[in-house]
């Protein structure tokens, strides 16, 4: 059984930068992680502002909005990766997916891509 | 362009003035050809920079706009063997959008016009309401930063830090630079309008500020507008959008009065409307409403042509502007429509029916703190004599009115009112 750690990052407004932690203490925890055996698969997030999100209503009309929003504290329910050209397409399979209905919400983030 | 003497001389304000045009396009073809807005945008100035130096000398050359396509992609080669890691992430980017659509290569012509896929990245949801605006001014009006920071009267330094992060999301999300197909156009298209329409309105009425108008910045929106108008001439919301900013802006000299301040529509000087602007908006109005369910610019088009056709507010064709309210109301209901309908309604039936209309929205929570709510029960208030509460909601309306012109109409009207036949 695997699991996904969620990491919620305090926005720029709320950091404390003297508290921030280093690229070495994530190093070091990745490391752990991965001595102890535990490590499956791991992703850094890109940028908040690079988030959108896609909510469609009950006539099937779809909205798209930056997010997210202070007021949204939502609880991820479950993720998936997929491997599409753009964002466009992306949203497509976001505003198919039934986690987008019903009030609910899909969040679209890219995966950061490092050193290309 | 090609069309302008060569052999050097031309003053450099035109030059630059016929490039605004020119750098959308560039820009847009650039973008098309290296997936990357930053690149494209780097290598569009140096371009223009460099036909500025040289075309005065050397004299326009017979294929301007592949001379400066060729010049860009130059620069766009020494910037990349310069930045390896950039040149390794951009090949990637280029290997996919030549997947999804092959690059024609214009050396050898001109441009072709790739704009439109670039008003749709521009106003793409994904992106903050506030940066579509101020992104489309700057990549499609060819506007400089400090130029659309002075437009929306923000530090310049502001801007451009909205404008880093805008395009810092269009590269890292991979937000696309394409023009959605035909099944996503009528979901999209009105995103897009709605940028354009938004910078005519700030451009109309200053939401803050010592002036009411900031006519350059209609006036961008309006050139927006036929650029889209060209692109997409089927489209009969983008007529009615390009229809409306016309009429709309036919009134601009008799809009406000030798101080700067607010004159309303029925105390315009009729005589300093534009006609040749207005002639250019009626004639958007059939396209814009032919051939099936009209959309809400088409309509609101129509309605500011039936204003800009009638020769006193008397003679206006109330009944048909209300009937027009009526399907404005079914397109998109909201209480600003109702508002601007119960208006329409007191025009044709009398004071009294507008009243019953207005108070009937008394409850309505998108019209609280919205000035136009108070003025309009106040003029009507005046009209059927009930001259105490009149002054109480001029009063509740300059509480909320936001630019110096509007505010000295409303303390001008309030002054009819508490000191009647001063």
């Not at chain 2, 830090?161 to 590269?171: D, L, S, T, W, Y």
């Not at chain 2, 009944?319 to 007191?346: E, F, H, K």
Request: aromatic share 6%; charged share 25%.
């Amino acid at each position: 059984m695997k699991y996904m750690l969620l990491i919620q990052s305090a926005s720029a407004e709320t950091a404390d930068a003297a508290d921030e932690c280093t690229v070495e203490d994530w190093i070091a925890y990745d490391k752990e992680m991965r001595e102890a055996g535990i490590w499956v698969s791991g992703e850094s997030l890109a940028d908040l502002l690079t988030a959108t999100a896609v909510r469609v209503g009950r006539d099937g009309g779809r909205t798209v909005t930056d997010g997210p929003f202070a007021e949204t504290r939502e609880i991820l329910g479950g993720f998936y990766v997929i491997d599409v050209p753009d964002l466009d397409v992306a949203l497509d399979w976001a505003a198919r997916c039934p986690g987008a209905r019903g009030g609910g919400s899909v969040v679209v983030r890219p995966v950061a891509e490092f050193g290309g | 362009m090609g069309d302008r003497a060569a052999g050097g001389g031309a003053p450099v304000a035109s030059v630059e003035a016929v490039f605004r045009e020119e750098h959308g396009r560039l820009l847009a073809a650039l973008v098309r050809r290296f997936g990357d807005l930053d690149l494209a945008e780097e290598v569009t100035s140096d371009a223009i920079e460099a036909a500025l130096t040289r075309w005065p000398v050397d004299g326009v050359p017979p294929k301007p706009g592949g001379w400066l396509m060729t010049t860009a992609r130059r620069k766009a080669v020494d910037r990349l063997r310069r930045d390896q890691a950039f040149a390794a992430r951009l090949a990637i980017l280029q290997v996919e959008a030549e997947r999804a659509a092959p690059t024609v290569d214009v050396a050898q012509g001109d441009l072709p016009d790739e704009r439109l896929q670039l008003f749709f990245t521009c106003a793409h949801p994904a992106l903050p309401a506030e940066d579509r605006g101020a992104l489309t001014l700057r990549c499609l009006a060819g506007l400089t930063t400090p130029e659309v920071a002075r437009a929306y009267l923000v530090p310049q330094a502001t801007m451009a830090k909205r404008i880093v992060r805008a395009k810092k999301k269009i590269r890292e999300a991979r937000i696309p630079f394409r023009v959605p197909g035909a099944d996503e156009l009528p979901e999209r298209l009105p995103g897009v309008l709605q940028v354009v329409y938004s910078i005519f309105t700030e451009g109309y009425a200053a939401s803050s500020g010592p002036r009411l108008q900031r006519l350059d910045l209609a006036e961008e929106a309006i050139r927006l507008g036929r650029i889209l108008r060209r692109l997409m001439p089927a489209e009969r919301e983008v007529a009615g959008l390009l229809g409306l900013m016309l009429l709309i802006h036919a009134r601009r000299d008799a809009r406000t009065g030798p101080d700067g301040e607010l004159v309303l529509l029925d105390e315009q000087d009729r005589g300093r409307w534009d006609r040749t602007m207005i002639e250019e908006g009626r004639g958007l109005v059939p396209p814009a409403l032919t051939g099936g369910l009209p959309g809400p610019y088409g309509v609101q088009a129509a309605i500011a042509a039936l204003h800009n056709e009638a020769a006193t507010l008397a003679t206006t064709d109330w009944p048909q502007i209300v009937a027009l309210y009526d399907v404005l109301l079914t397109l998109t209901p909201s209480p600003v429509v109702a508002l601007n309908r119960a208006a329409a309604v007191a025009m044709r039936d009398g004071p009294e029916a507008g009243l019953a209309l207005l108070d009937g929205l008394a409850d309505e929570p998108a019209l609280r703190g919205y000035a136009p709510y108070p003025t309009a029960r106040a003029d009507l208030l005046h009209r059927v004599g009930r001259l105490t509460e009149a002054a109480a909601a001029y009063r509740e309306a300059l509480g909320l009115a936001g630019a110096e012109p509007e505010r000295a109409h409303l303390r001008r009207r309030l002054h009819a009112v508490e000191q009647p036949g001063a």
